[in-house]
């Protein structure tokens, strides 16, 4: 009897945790490219997959993003605020499917940006 009712909450605890959602993580993401990519499965706490855009309100500035798990209350909200005098808005949109948040960028091992940034560099200098 010990066995079924083992069996049985294994059972159980797989079932409630293959209902969570797995979503899209990107910690910093520039210009539509994520720097670091990967995916979450996220908590009962974080329910929601989100993506998030940082836009400065000066033309020209840069645009950030970010993806990951977000609670309920803060999802579909616009924030504005100032930094350094520049003005700024955030976007916070959420959805409720399997990696509905978009897909993962490539990724650039550390060494190639690196090397790209350098080459870019030398080609300035050489002018």
Same mark, same amino acid.
């Given at each position: 009897m010990n066995k079924f009712l083992c069996l049985c909450v294994a059972l159980g605890a797989m079932f409630a945790a *293959?209902?969570?959602l797995v979503c899209n993580t990107c910690k910093v993401g520039i210009a539509g490219t994520c720097l670091f990519s990967s995916t979450v499965t996220c908590?009962? #706490?974080e329910p929601n997959c989100y993506r998030g855009n940082l836009a400065f309100n000066v033309s020209g500035l840069l645009s950030l993003q970010t993806r990951g798990c977000l609670d309920t209350t803060s999802c579909n909200k616009t924030?504005? *605020?100032t930094l350094l005098t520049a003005g700024y808005t955030v976007t916070k949109t959420c959805c409720s499917?399997?990696?509905c948040n978009g897909a993962? #960028?490539?990724q650039l091992? !550390?060494?190639a940006a690196v090397g790209?940034? !350098?080459l870019a560099m030398w080609s300035t200098w050489a002018y």
């Open positions: *293959g209902e969570s908590t009962d #706490s924030q504005t *605020g499917t399997d990696r993962t #960028s490539i091992p !550390l060494t790209a940034a !350098l």
